[in-house]
């Protein structure tokens, strides 16, 4: 079984689609991550994040097994990995690696902005996760602040209607809901009423295709 997660910053995506790979006992793969990895690349190369060519390299470099989670999750590195990701030819390069993984016996489970769109048009379960950006940025403030990182909440705000802005509006493989997807939204949920309802919404689908 194959399930696509996709949804905005701060939705919840990752949180849901990681909870859902564990009860399905699938693997699970944050493609976020291989944005961010690229971003990292390009300023660790000491390129500009808009280099297009040196994005590209990055992107036809990456070691995707051995991401270093910790160092790629901070604001700053969504925020390049969105710069990066309206490359088509960052996105061409980083496809091959994610349909793989979609297609790996057993199954799979991926979240990102294009999962049930490009990766995975024919997933078993999709689910398009929202929340509204106040919401969004209330949770990752909260989240910034337990890591012991001081970031005013109106910046974190800021920060996720820039990214919903790019990602929403670029060409290639915009954030989008699949015409198929289910839309799962979390302002007033916790974190377990939302996996509850990922899951009921994943029952529905499995037993459709069924
Ligand atoms: O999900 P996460 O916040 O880690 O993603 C970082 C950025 O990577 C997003 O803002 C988006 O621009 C890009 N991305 C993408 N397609 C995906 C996953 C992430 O364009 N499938």
Do not use: C, W
């Not at 905005?8 to 990681?18: D, M, Q």
């Not at 997933?123 to 950006?133: E, G």
């Not at 919401?135 to 705000?157: C, F, K, Q, S, T």
């Amino acid at each position: 079984m194959i399930i696509a997660i996709d949804g905005p910053a701060a939705s919840g995506k990752g949180t849901l689609a990681k909870r859902l790979a564990q009860h399905y006992r699938l693997p699970h793969l944050d493609t976020g991550l291989l944005y961010r990895g690229v971003g990292r690349a390009v300023l660790d190369a000491g390129y500009a994040l808009a280099d297009e060519a040196a994005a590209r390299e990055a992107a036809s470099r990456l070691a995707v097994d051995a991401l270093d989670e910790e160092r790629l999750r901070g604001p700053e590195m969504g925020e390049a990995a969105s710069v990066v990701a309206a490359f088509p030819a960052v996105r061409a390069l980083l496809l091959d690696v994610q349909r793989r993984f979609a297609a790996q016996p057993g199954g799979a489970v991926l979240d990102g902005r294009d999962i049930g769109t490009v990766i995975a048009p024919g997933a078993d379960a999709k689910i398009f996760v929202t929340a509204s950006p106040e919401e969004r940025a209330r949770r990752r403030h909260l989240e910034l602040n337990r890591r012991g990182e001081p970031i005013a909440y109106d910046e974190v705000l800021a920060d996720i209607r820039r990214r919903d802005e790019r990602d929403a509006g670029r060409g290639t493989a915009p954030l989008k809901a699949a015409d198929d997807a289910a839309l799962l939204d979390t302002t007033s949920l916790d974190i377990e009423a939302a996996f509850r309802a990922a899951l009921a919404l994943v029952e529905q689908a499995r037993k459709k295709t069924a």
